[in-house]
Each structure stands twice: as structure tokens, then as C-alpha cells.
């Protein structure tokens, strides 16, 4: 079967890995795939953006150009893609991170006359018709269904074929029919539990440059600078709960060395992935505001239990006492206090340990996820 999927990045961020992995374990399954996304090409992946090339392209749209215009580019180049070859399914990932590139709901009201569409929410953009990927829980929008969203524009719309709305977390998938009335499924996002497995906490250590003795707490995200991740809180509370011979190590974009904290840098891949946290005895994901993080899923893979607080989808992956601890309220104080907890107790951080990779074992296996995507398609033919 052929696939387009598209998403905004090829790599960077959670919404391209999640997309990424669906697509090799599609490939895997004997499925043509086709990545298309906005920031550049690769193998079996085609750049889909309406900015034109570096020069005297660029300094015109820089001049006089419109975001018009470059959604006129980008819907034109989206239409010869999905003529090109038949889709049997069109899957889009991430639209409002693709606005850059002149993304728009409107590509799916395309995709919808031509193919089914599966489109996977991975924040809360398509249930408003505003540009903020979230809003407070419990605001307005929430305690009444919001009219003249972006959702319900495209699935309201009647195309000649389907549009199917899915979400990697219950919170998400529950909150798009409270707010929109459209349903939306809830489908994880697959992990290579192969990969993305528990190992020598020493070696990772001694690859990384991490101290071998004492406790070494983990975070990071795509850009340590985004203030929704969270990233000032969780300084100002090790700051005032540090324990002694405990290290925190960062890991993301837009980081520093200080001298609190050991900055691993930018780190681009699996494997590097894998090190860190293998080198954990703690992962934290600091964020206020969050749907179905990846790194949470990976962290629980590789056998290192994760605190957290209890936002967004957040609680579905975190179990108190069993995979981690939940924070709450979000608050630097609240963060201090259970981050003493959980380094007080280095034997049930090893437990917890455990149970999230059993976690991670029977929430996310590929053949699951795999199952429950050929329920949504089931013209969609297996090898």
C-alpha cells in the first residue's frame, strides 16, 4: 500500500520522532512509505515547504512576500504529491509546527478528495481556531465546546473521503470531543523496545562523562529555552533540594554549561538517547503544559522511572509508586519536595525502574499499536 505522511520536521522533536517511528514500522510491515516534511529531505522523505530557496527568492518574500503565497507554493507542490502516486492513506502529523512552511488545515481538505486521512493530534492547536498549541486546563475553552474550531472546519467539511482524528493520550482524544465534538481516537505512539532497553548504567556513564558513583538525574527537551518545558522551575528546585554527590544532566537545544548542572549537549539520535538514560537513575520532565512526551515513554523503556508533573496526558504514562512519581500543583516548591522523595529512596527508584519498562512493555509493543492502526484502515492489507 502507499502512505504519504506528513509531519513538520523530518527529526527534531517528538511529533518527527513519533511519526518517524510509525513510519519504519509501516515500511517494516511491506507498506510503501513516503515521508514529506518541511525542513528538509532524506531517504524514502521529500521537503514540503512553500519558502523558496535561499536568494533572491527569499529576500523578495522578505520584502514583499506573503504567507499567502507561501501557502499557494506549498498547496501546489502538496497537490503534485498526492497526484504522483495513488495514496491509499494520507497521514498528517504536527500542522500548526508546519505553519512556517505555509502548513494549513486546508492540506487535508485537500488530501480528503483524493484519499482517507488519518490526521494525529499532538497538541491542542486543531481544537481552537488561535495559534496557541495549549491553553490552561480548566479554562473557558474547556468548560464549553468552542465553536469555529480548526477540527471541526475540516471534518465538518464532508470531503469524498474520510477524515479519521486520532491522539497518542486519552487526555487529548477525550478533551477534542468535550471542546469540538469530533471524535478522536486515542493511538499511542510505537517505541523500539529493542533499542530503547535498560543496559550497563556504568558504560553509558563513562561514554557521557558522567560521574560513575552517586545519583545522576536526567532531563531535556527539543529546546531547553521553551518555557512550557518547564526548564526554570526544575533549576530553581534542584537549586534548593540538591542532594550531595547528585548530578543533573540537561540534554536539548539552546543549553549551557553551568555550575549546577553537566550539559550533554544536543543529542540527535537513538543511541545517544539510550545512553542517557541508562545513565539515569532519574529522568524528570518539568513541563506545565504537555499531551504524550516521548522522552517519558522512552525513559520508562530503558528502565528509569520518571517524575513529572500531572498535566496532559502525563498521568497515563506515569504511575506513582509503580513507574514514578506525579507533582502537583506545578510549582517549583511541589517539584523540590518530591524530587527530595524520590532521591531519598535509591532502592525504590530501582523498582519503579522495573516496573516501567513492564510498563513500556505492554503499552507500547509494537504489534499492539500495529493492531490497533489496521483496526482504524482495515483495507489497509498486512504483509
Known sequence: MNILLV???????????????WADLLRG???????????????????????????????RELWGGTRKSRSRRLEADFAGLLDKDSQDLVWLHNLAGGQKWGWSEEMINM????????????DMWALADRNEPYWDEGSAVERVRWKGSRIERVCGKGGEYPVTVTAPSKWLADLTKKTTGQ?????????????????????????LGLPEEGLVVLAGADSLADP???????????????RPGATLALFGRHGENRSAERYLGNLTTDEEMVKAYRAADL???????????CTIQESLACGTPVLAFAVGGIPEMVQPG??????????????????EKALGDRHGLEVMGRGGREFAEKEYAPSVLLEKFYQLFPGLSRR
Open 228 to 242: 512550557r518545558k518547564g526548564f526554570d522551575l526544575l533549576r530553581a528546585a534542584w537549586g534548593c533540594r540538591r
Open 322 to 339: 509503580s513507574t514514578g512519581f506525579l507533582v502537583a500543583p506545578v510549582h517549583e516548591s511541589a517539584l523540590a519536595k518530591d524530587l
Open 29 to 59: 510491515e511491506g507498506h510503501r512509505v513516503i515521508q514529506a516534511a518541511g525542513d528538509e529531505a532524506g531517504p524514502n522523505a521529500v521537503q514540503l515547504t512553500g519558502k523558496p530557496a535561499r536568494g533572491i527568492g527569499r529576500l
Open 111 to 122: 488530501a480528503s478528495q483524493r484519499a482517507p486521512v488519518l490526521w494525529t493530534l499532538h
Open 183 to 207: 471524535e478522536c481516537i486515542i493511538l499511542p505512539n510505537p517505541i523500539d523496545l529493542k533499542k530503547f532497553s535498560p543496559g550497563d548504567r556504568v558504560a553509558a556513564r563513562r561514554r
Open 7 to 21: 509531519q513538520d520536521h523530518l527529526r527534531s522533536g517528538g511529533a518527527a520522532r513519533a511519526a518517524g517511528r
Open 283 to 293: 529522568y524528570i520532565h518539568p513541563a506545565r503544559m504537555e499531551n504524550a512526551p
